[in-house]
Structures are given as C-alpha cells and as structure tokens.
C-alpha cells in the first residue's frame, strides 16, 4: 500500500484506542519496522466499548476487524441498520429461528448466516440497496444488472393486420405446413403468416 493508504489505517486504529478507549486484541502496527521496503501493517482486532467509534462506521481498507459485544439483539440490529452503506451483514449461530430473526429484519442487500463475507457469485447480484451509499444508478455490478449495463434489451411487441388473400410470395408448400406427430400421421400447421390459426 502507498504511504496515504498506511497513515489512514493506523489513524483510525490511534483513533478508536486513544480517543475512544477501545482495547487492541491484536495490534499489527509493528510490521512495518519488520520490513524493508514498503508500508505493511498487519492484521489488527479492535475490541470497541462504543458503537460510535469512527472504525465502526466506516471502512477502513485494510486488515483491521472491528469488535463489539452489544447489549441486546435490539441493539445489533440498530447498530447495522444505521448504517449508511446497507451492502451486507452476517450472523453466526446454530439455531435457524434466530438466523431468520436476524436475517428479517437486517438492512442490507447481501446477508449471510454463518459466513463472514456473504457475497454471491453470478447470476445473483452484488450490491446494497436503494436510500443507502451502496447503491448507485438501477442496476447492480454482476448478475443480470451487469449484462444490462453492456447490452440493450429490445422488446417487441406487435399486433398484425389480418391479410385477406395472402400475397403469392407468401404461400407455404404443403410439405412446409406438414409434420409427422410421431405416429406416422400428418398433422397440419394452420398457423399463417396473417397471424391467424
């Protein structure tokens, strides 16, 4: 990583010990002494004592995980759905009724039960929802969304006069408007280029 991308992961790593008291599980700000060349830092868990921490509510792009223990499930909840990006969220548990409890009232695009990163794979979309910082423009960046953003879909709708005599350029041979049904009985097309059966 540049220098700019260093000095922001270990602003807010000082910010959420120094500023708001939270206890560093596991501080990799040591390896960048360890290295020669490069800016490094290595894996880092923040045990928060407030949901307000800065490290809470935003990204910070690198190796950092940020930890609370939230007084209720109420609280979980309001914690994530305040939060302004709405892409994903997760809970771990082995019962389903509560996955369902979670899962139902999340507000996020991507949810997982059991699994950190819960982000599909093609044909289903990544992305976060509408009214959050997550979604941008109508469609999502894979799936469908992404087919839609390098094709145009055509739609055709139509309603056929009907012909009286059909011009002679259009008349089928019988062998055209015939075919086997299978049991060696010929069954007849009487569809028409009218558009009439």
Do not use: C
């Not at 000082?14 to 894996?43: C, F, M, S, T, Y």
Request: no cysteine.
């Amino acid at each position: 990583i540049d220098e700019a991308s260093y000095q922001k992961i270990i602003s807010y790593i000082e910010d959420a010990v120094e500023k708001h008291g939270a206890k560093l599980l596991l501080d990799g700000r040591g390896w960048k002494e360890q290295q020669q060349n490069g800016n490094w830092i290595g894996p880092t868990i923040i045990q928060h004592s407030s949901p307000d921490d800065k490290t809470m509510k935003e990204e910070v792009f690198g190796p950092v995980l940020s930890v609370y223990e939230a007084s209720s499930w109420q609280e979980t909840i309001e914690i994530e759905n305040s939060n302004p990006f709405g892409n994903a969220a997760s809970v771990y548990t082995t019962n389903g009724g509560n996955a369902d409890w979670f899962t139902s009232r999340f507000r996020a695009s991507m949810l997982g039960v059991n699994i950190g990163i819960p982000v599909p794979r093609e044909p289903f979309s990544f992305g976060g929802l509408y009214g959050t910082k997550s979604k941008y423009g109508d469609m999502d960046i894979t799936g469908d969304g992404a087919m839609e953003f390098f094709s145009n879909r055509v739609k055709v709708t139509s309603k056929w006069p009907s012909i009286i005599k059909p011009p002679s350029s259009l008349k089928r041979s019988h062998d055209e408007m015939t075919s086997s049904n299978g049991n060696g009985k010929q069954q007849m097309d009487s569809a028409n280029f009218a558009g009439q059966m």
